[in-house]
């Protein structure tokens, strides 16, 4: 189980290096207010406040809300910061990548089946074009 934790947390860093991972409450924020939030990520320590604004933003919409196992010092060593309390995948791939990484059970199946739909839908959408 080690193994996977490692491997969701590398996944973080790999997926912010390439662009496609947002962290910061307004950054995360304004993407969820745009509707390109992918899968937002909750440290299991981050404050009720900042749980109750990315919930509200989501509210209504097909973006997805994940609360964490990892503290916001363990998000932030993952990404080169000192913590992260929040942090949005802008890329469904990467957001499917990193739910399969997760330990087994931490993910709803609905989040998973989700995220597949929808990247098959993008797949589709590039091979049409």
Known sequence: ME???DKAIGLLGL???AGKLETG???VG???LQKRARLTLLAADAGSAVARKMHGLAEGTRQRILALPYDK???GAALGKQSVSV???AD???ALAFVKALPPGLAAPELLEDLERRVARVKA???KN
Request: zero cysteines.
């Open 3 to 5: 193994q996977t934790t």
């Open 15 to 17: 997926a912010r290096k």
């Open 25 to 27: 409450e307004e950054t």
């Open 30 to 32: 304004s993407l969820l």
């Open 73 to 75: 010092l363990t998000l």
């Open 87 to 89: 942090a949005a995948f």
């Open 92 to 94: 469904v791939s990467m």
């Open 125 to 127: 959408k590039r091979k």
